[in-house]
Each structure stands twice: as structure tokens, then as C-alpha cells.
């Protein structure tokens, strides 16, 4: 029997591009600037801080996509102090809640929380106090694992709603909700209850990660009604990307990079299992770097200790496992290394994102084997993989639908293969497309490895290609996703493709000859230019998302017709290029002049130079 799916269509308004979130009239202005300066020391609102406070303060439901450090706490504790009532806030971190608190305190501003193992006594002494008359807490912080689980809790919120002094529900890291995103946390789920609970309580999720597809699955999940979308770019101008194919000499390529470009600076480097970061960590100890490692199985004081003799410079270069480097706000992070490739792009685009938060060039350096590929994916499999302090407390042999999980995984995963293996695109665009933004790749102004070789790049006419690809999007009855539709189209005989009997489709196979990653890159040029559109769409079956293609029939017709052509970049020899760019990555620095030019990426000089080095 073929899986057809049904869907359920989800809802939401952007709020960005509205500019009456902007204005200086709510009732509330005054109050608001007047707090922003006086409790917490700020001169002005950041980007869109504003417009959310004036949202959710109308009442509505808020979605906010918002870079780390871009300021979402102030979006929520600005309101709880000048509302009425109490605010809740869903916070997956024990450390991180405490963090907050702590800041809280010292701006005067009462706040307390409970975690499901906090002392008896203690969480009745702050019950006692949300059940008095003036409670006199503004925000009570909570885990996601005590509103799943504590009943006490859901009548305690309950009482206080029954009071109208429930203000405001905010769910931070709201993309832990979603088996998409790369922090799934089943208790995140059963966050929806908030809202059947609690219908006319506005709720603010705030994220600094989502996928199209994630914040969908957000937004269905917590049930968030006529929601406002708040989301900014996330390009980071001043990090500056390359991929690298790894090789065995991987450890003294890094070493060498580092010696060249960044020494004596601070960086991450991160390693997919805790023997690797012993591994790097020594091997660069003996090269005479001051490094250190960093992984779940270390005691927690062990992991404080380098944390905070990687924060005082003690320590220059921490390799870590992806547990490392949650709330961490050091700012001078001259560079992010991936000695392994990473599991999603928006957990790549998080954990690179963790440089140069003080807005100076850093690097960000990826080393890409295939072999890597095979390993990640049998990890994710076993469920051996390190993952981040956000997703710790998912058991994956407890989930029902274990199976779907492993299954985007793996999508998410294959989208990496094809990020570090595609040499032609901007690593801009194909990061921020995957994050539903689009970008102009000129902006890139060559700071990436891709843009940076264009020169050497010729057009060449896929039209053909486009229509087939097309074609097979309708023939296949448009809800697939693309890495399904590119199987077929490769004559792919999978499980999948033959339950949908898509081997027996005309177009099955008819792109085998296509070299690896062509088709894709064919594919991936279809959505950006609107012919195709991805579309999200949740399955009550499962439960989950899934993303699949559609065909925009106006633009398809162009193509058919004849009356558009399709171009794309393809470098005039692939072979080349791509070795090339591994040796200006190790032997350029030399010959770049201190820091007024990029570290890695060179100009044509060092290109030929690496050149004659291969020879
Ligand atoms: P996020 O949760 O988005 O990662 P935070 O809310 O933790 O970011 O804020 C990051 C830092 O920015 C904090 O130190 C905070 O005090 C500061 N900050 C937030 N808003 C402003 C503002 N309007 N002006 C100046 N600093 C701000
Ligand atoms: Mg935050
Ligand atoms: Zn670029």
C-alpha cells in the first residue's frame, strides 16, 4: 500500500516587513523606554526588540527568529516587568535558568524557578507564594520536563490564570519542539497542552535556529494561533567559510592553519566523538598550542574548569564535542574548525556562528570526507552520537516514532554532504537558503571559498535537465521531497522508491549520467528561482513535518514554452579546483599579509602557488 499522506495546513503572518509593530504610540511606550534604561542599562531597542514587545503585548501569539546574542530575553522580561501578573518561561537548561535568574536579581527584578530536582520544601515555599494574594514573582522559570510531567504545576498555573495573573507564556529554544531541528526534545512537545490550557494567554517562542520546516512544526506543535513571525537575516559578514577535503595529514593541516592565521588566538574545534577531541586535543599539545578537550562524559567540574580556562585565555583552542558551547559569549572566538562533518546545516550555521561575535573576521573551516559521512550516519543510527546540552534527555529507543526521526536525520544529514560537496555555490546562499532566508551572493563579496574561485567558472545551459526534473516533481504526484525525487531521477532502486513504484515512472534513471551533485544543484536553482517550491506540510499520521516539492505552474509554463532558459555556474575544471582550494587553505597564510587580508582565502597568488605545489 503506497504512504499518502494528508495534511493539515498551518498558518502564520510575517511581522517583519509591518511597520506598525514599529511605532513610538502603544500605550505602553513610554513605560517601556523608561524600563529599558532605568532596570536594564540599555541606550536603545536592538533589531526587532521593539516590534515584539509591542506584539506580544497586544496579545498576540509571537514567533521570533533571532541570532544568538541578538537579545531575546529582553523581549519577554521587559513585558513581565511592566505587566500585571506573573510570566512563565520554558527554558531547557537548568544552568541557563540560573544564569538568567541571577541577572534578574541584581537588576531588582523578582524572579524564581523550578526544575523537577529541586528539593520538595523549596518548590513549596515558591507554590505558596504564586498562590498569595500580590505574588510577587514577575517571571517564574520552569524545564520542559516539570510542565510534562508535574500536575501541581499545571494547577498552580491553573489558579493563577483563574486570577488573570498568568501574563505571558514563553518558550525559549522552541526549536527543540521539532524532530526537524537538530535539539529535538520530546518534552518540548507536550508543551501544547499551554495553549489548550490556556487559550487567550499570549505565547512568544524565540529561537535562534529553524528551518522552514522547523518552525512550522513549532508552530502546529505548541498551537500557536494567527502567529506573528519575527525574523531577521542571519548572515554573519564577517565569518568567513571554506570546506576542505580531509585527508590523512588532517591533523597537520590544522595545525599548520592555526600557525599561520590564528596563533595565540582563541577557536573551537569540533570533533563527532569523544575519543577524537582527546585525540586533536593532544596531538596539538604537542605542537605547542595550549588546547584542551571538551565532551559529555568528563565530570561537570572537570568541564567548568576548561570552560573557564578557555574564557580567561589560558587555554587557546578547546575540541569539543557539539556539547560544548551553549550559552557561551566569548566574543574574540577567532575561529570554528569542524575536524568531522556536522549533522544538520543549522546546527553547522550554529556552531560556526560561535566566532566572531565581537563583528572581526574569523574563520570558519570545514574538513569534508566522505568516509566522515558513512561514520556520522551509522553513529546517528545507533544513537552514539554526542549531542547538544538542548537535546540531552531524549532517549531515542523511548520514542514511538523513532523511525521518522531517523529518517530526517538522515535528510538533514545528506543536505550536509551535498553542502560540503558542492564547490560552485556560495556557502552563503546555500546555508541561509536551507534557513528559509534568500541572499544575494554578491553581497558575499568573496568570503567564501566558492565565490572566491569564481573566475574560473563557465555557464552552462540545464534546461534540458530543469524540465525532466520538473516533469518528474508532477509525474511523482508533487509530495516528495527533493531528495527522493533526485534518487528516482538517478535510477535509484531504494525500498522507498520501489514501495512507490517510482522505478517503473518514465524518468526514472534518466539523470544517471549526470556527474554527483549536478542534478541537485539543477533541483536546489529550481526553488530559488520559484519554478519549484518547497513546501511544508504536517502529517497527522505521524505527527511530524516533512517538506515536499511543488511545481508553480505560471513559471513552469515559461519553461516549457521555451520562453525561459535555465543557466548555472559549473567550474571549467572540476578536478582542479577542488584541490587546489585544500592547499590555499595550508599555504597561503604565509604569504597573506598579517590580518588586513583574509587568513585562508587568497587572491589568485597563492592559488598558483598551490598550484605548482601539486605538481
Ligand atoms: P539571546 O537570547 O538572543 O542569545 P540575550 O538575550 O542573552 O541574547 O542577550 C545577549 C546580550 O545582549 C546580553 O548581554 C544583553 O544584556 C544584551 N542586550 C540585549 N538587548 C540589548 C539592548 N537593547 N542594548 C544593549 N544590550 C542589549
Ligand atoms: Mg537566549
Ligand atoms: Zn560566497
Not at 495573573?165 to 531541528?181: N, P, T, Y
Not at 560556526?352 to 574538513?367: K, N, T
Not at 561514520?375 to 544513537?383: A, D, T
Request: glycine share 6%.
Amino acid at each position: 500500500e503506497p504512504y499518502i499522506p494528508k495534511f493539515v495546513e498551518v498558518n502564520y503572518i510575517e511581522g517583519s516587513n509591518d511597520n506598525k509593530w514599529s511605532s513610538n504610540n502603544f500605550p505602553w511606550t513610554k513605560k517601556l523606554e523608561a524600563n529599558n534604561k532605568k532596570v536594564f542599562g540599555n541606550h536603545s531597542f536592538r533589531l526587532n526588540q521593539r516590534e515584539v514587545i509591542n506584539a506580544t503585548m497586544s496579545g498576540y501569539d509571537v514567533f521570533v527568529l533571532m541570532p544568538t546574542g541578538g537579545g531575546k530575553s529582553l523581549t519577554y522580561q521587559l513585558p513581565a516587568l511592566i505587566c500585571p501578573g506573573v510570566t512563565l518561561v520554558i527554558s531547557p537548561l537548568v544552568s541557563l535558568i540560573q544564569d538568567q535568574i541571577m541577572h534578574l536579581l541584581q537588576a531588582n527584578i523578582p524572579a524564581a524557578y523550578l526544575s523537577a530536582n529541586m528539593e520538595w520544601t523549596e518548590q513549596q515555599e515558591i507554590f505558596r507564594e504564586l498562590n498569595s494574594e500580590y505574588c510577587k514573582y514577575k517571571l517564574l522559570y520552569v524545564t520542559p520536563e516539570k510542565v510534562a510531567k508535574s500536575d501541581v504545576l499545571l494547577r498552580q498555573l491553573e489558579n493563577l490564570n483563574a486570577r488573570q495573573m498568568l501574563a505571558r507564556i514563553v518558550i525559549d529554544e522552541a526549536h527543540c519542539v521539532s524532530q526537524w531541528g537538530h535539539d529535538f526534545r520530546p518534552d518540548y512537545q507536550a508543551l501544547g497542552i499551554l495553549k489548550q490550557k490556556f487559550p487567550n494567554t499570549p505565547v512568544l517562542a524565540l529561537t535562534a535556529t529553524a528551518t522552514a520546516s522547523v518552525k512550522e512544526d513549532v508552530v502546529q506543535a505548541l498551537g500557536l494561533v494567527n502567529c506573528i513571525v519575527f525574523r531577521q537575516s542571519f548572515n554573519r559578514p564577517n565569518l568567513w567559510y571554506s570546506v576542505i577535503p580531509k585527508t590523512k595529514k588532517c591533523l597537520d593541516d590544522i595545525d599548520k592553519f592555526i600557525k599561520e592565521n590564528h596563533y595565540d588566538e582563541s577557536g573551537i574545534i569540533y570533533c563527532l566523538s569523544r575519543m577524537d577531541c582527546e585525540k586533536v586535543a593532544e596531538r596539538l599539545q604537542e605542537c605547542g598550542h595550549k588546547a584542551a578537550f571538551y565532551h559529555g562524559s568528563m565530570d561537570p567540574a572537570q568541564r567548568a574548569f576548561v570552560q573557564k580556562q578557555w574564557s580567561k585565555d589560558e587555554i587557546n583552542i578547546i575540541c569539543a564535542t557539539v556539547a560544548f558551547g551553549m550559552g557561551i559569549n566569548k566574543p574574540d572566538v577567532r575561529f570554528v574548525i569542524h575536524h568531522s562533518l556536522p549533522k544538520s546545516i543549522e546546527g553547522y550555521h550554529q556552531e560556526c556562528g560561535r566566532a566572531g561575535r565581537d563583528g572581526q573576521r574569523s574563520s570558519c573551516v570545514l574538513y569534508y570526507s566522505y568516509s566522515d559521512y558513512i561514520r556520522v550516519k551509522h553513529m546517528i543510527s545507533q544513537g552514539v552520537i554526542e549531542q547538544s546540552p538542548l537535546a540531552s534527555g531524549y532517549n531515542r529507543t523511548n520514542t514511538t516514532n523513532s523511525g521518522r526521526v531517523l529518517e530526517t536525520n538522515t535528510e538533514n544529514l545528506l543536505r550536509m554532504v551535498s553542502y560540503c560537496e558542492n564547490d560552485v555555490d556560495c556557502r552563503r546562499i546555500l546555508q541561509l537558503i536551507h534557513l528559509g532566508e534568500k541572499f544575494d551572493c554578491t553581497t558575499c563579496k568573496k568570503t567564501c571559498d566558492n565565490c572566491l574561485k569564481i573566475k574560473s567558472f563557465v555557464e552552462k545551459d540545464v534546461t534540458g535537465i530543469a524540465k525532466q526534473l520538473v516533469e518528474l516533481v508532477k509525474l511523482t504526484g508533487q509530495q516528495f521531497s527533493s531528495s527522493h525525487i533526485l534518487e528516482v531521477y538517478r535510477g535509484s532502486f531504494s525500498q522507498f522508491v520501489k514501495k512507490h513504484r517510482h522505478q517503473t515512472v518514465s524518468l526514472h534513471g534518466v539523470g544517471k549520467h549526470l556527474a554527483k551533485g549536478e542534478a541537485s544543484r539543477v533541483l536546489r536553482h529550481l526553488v530559488t528561482e520559484d519554478l519549484l517550491a518547497e513546501e511544508v506540510k504536517k502529517s497527522d499520521v505521524y505527527g511530524s513535518v516533512s517538506s515536499i516539492l511543488k511545481v508553480n505552474e505560471l513559471k513552469a509554463c515559461e519553461l516549457f514554452s521555451g520562453r525561459k532558459t535555465i543557466l548555472i555556474r559549473f567550474p571549467s575544471s572540476v578536478k582542479a579546483s577542488k584541490q587546489k582550494n585544500s592547499e590555499v587553505i595550508s599555504a597561503k597564510g604565509s604569504l597573506t599579509s598579517g590580518k588586513q587580508s583574509p587568513p585562508h582565502i587568497g587572491t589568485e597568488q597563492p592559488q598558483s602557488k598551490a598550484n605548482s605545489d601539486l605538481s
